[in-house]
C-alpha cells in the first residue's frame, strides 16, 4: 500500500531504517522545556505521585493506583508535547489538558486522603504540591492568553 505522502518516511537499509539526524533547534527546545518552571514542577509532581501508589497499604486498591499514575504521568507529558509543537494556540491546548489531568490526580489524591488508607502527612504534601502545579498551570495559560489576544 502505498503512503499518501504526508508522512515523510526514513529510507531503508537492509533490516535497518535510518532516520535523519534531530534538527539542531531541537535540542535547543528541550533544552528550553527543562527551564519551564511549571514542567519541572509537574515532574516532580509525577514523580511523588508516583511514588505513593508504590506503598504496599495501597497494593489491592489496582483502579485507584493506575488512576492516579496515568493522571500525573499525563501533567508533564501534555505540558511537554504542547510545549514541542511550537505555537501557542498549541501550547495553550497542551496546558489545558495538563490542567484537566492535574485536577483529576487532585480528585483522586483527596479520595485517597478520605480513605485514610495512606497516612496524611504522605498524602497532604502531593495534593499541596497538586495545588501548586494547578495555580502555575493557570497563570502561564493566563499569560500566554493575554499574550496571543
Known amino acids: 500500500m502505498r503512503d499518501a505522502g504526508c508522512v515523510e518516511t526514513a529510507p531503508a537499509r537492509g533490516n535497518r531504517v535510518v532516520l535523519p539526524p534531530p534538527a539542531p533547534n531541537m535540542l535547543t527546545d528541550v533544552r528550553k522545556l527543562q527551564r519551564l518552571d511549571t514542567w519541572r514542577i509537574a515532574q516532580d509532581l509525577a514523580y511523588q505521585a508516583y511514588l505513593l ?18 493522571a500525573a504521568l499525563s501533567v508533564p507529558a501534555n505540558i511537554a ?3 514541542s509543537l511550537g505555537t501557542t494556540p498549541q501550547f495553550l491546548r ?7 489531568s492535574n ?15 495512606l497516612p496524611t502527612d504522605e498524602v497532604r504534601p502531593v495534593i499541596d504540591l497538586c495545588d501548586r502545579v494547578i495555580a502555575m ?13
Open 103 to 117: 485536577t483529576e490526580l487532585y480528585s483522586h489524591l483527596i479520595v485517597l486522603a478520605r480513605l485514610d488508607i
Open 94 to 100: 497542551g496546558l489545558k489538558i495538563a490542567l484537566g
Open 81 to 83: 508535547e504542547g510545549y
Open 137 to 149: 498551570i493557570i497563570g502561564l495559560i493566563r499569560k500566554l492568553s493575554q499574550r496571543s489576544a
Open 53 to 70: 501508589t508504590l506503598s504496599p497499604q495501597l497494593s489491592k486498591h489496582f483502579a485507584l493506583i493506575d488512576q492516579i499514575r496515568r
